[in-house]
């Protein structure tokens, strides 16, 4: 499995971005797909989660801003981020979680999202 992150850059306060994570394999339908992010000095922490049968989870700082999605046919997993603030500034990461017990989890290469004016 190969993850492909893209869709960051520079984006003013208060405005949007779509994160899209490309991944090769055929485990993609089965497994659970996240977004996660790191902050310059921080640990990398979970931003939303989309469960195989499509239950999302999101971080407290950003409900009702970022909105996961994801297209099986096109083995994607999307990020949808509106109302950007500089806190938001990190690197995003794209992650598979396969649906077998143990299994490692697999990650994208990161793609930098800059809030600024």
Same mark, same amino acid.
């Given at each position: @499995? +190969?993850? +492909?992150?893209?869709g960051g850059g520079l984006v003013q306060p208060?405005?949007?971005?779509?994160?899209?994570?490309?991944?090769?394999? %055929?485990?993609?339908?089965?497994?659970a797909l996240g977004w996660y992010r790191q902050a310059p000095g921080n640990e990398r922490a979970l931003v939303a989660v989309i469960s195989s049968g499509g239950r999302t989870t999101y971080a407290?700082? @950003?409900k009702g801003?970022?909105?996961?999605?994801?297209? %099986?046919?096109?083995?994607? @997993?999307?990020? +949808?981020? %509106?109302?950007?603030n500089p806190e938001d500034t990190a690197v995003y990461y794209c992650n598979l979680r396969p649906p077998i017990t143990g299994a490692?989890?697999?990650?994208? +290469?990161g793609t930098l999202v800059t809030v600024s004016s």
């Amino acid at each position: @499995v +190969q993850l +492909q992150a893209s869709g960051g850059g520079l984006v003013q306060p208060g405005g949007s971005l779509r994160l899209s994570c490309a991944a090769s394999g %055929n485990i993609f339908s089965f497994s659970a797909l996240g977004w996660y992010r790191q902050a310059p000095g921080n640990e990398r922490a979970l931003v939303a989660v989309i469960s195989s049968g499509g239950r999302t989870t999101y971080a407290d700082s @950003v409900k009702g801003r970022f909105t996961i999605s994801r297209d %099986n046919a096109k083995k994607t @997993v999307y990020l +949808q981020m %509106n109302s950007l603030n500089p806190e938001d500034t990190a690197v995003y990461y794209c992650n598979l979680r396969p649906p077998i017990t143990g299994a490692k989890d697999y990650w994208g +290469q990161g793609t930098l999202v800059t809030v600024s004016s």
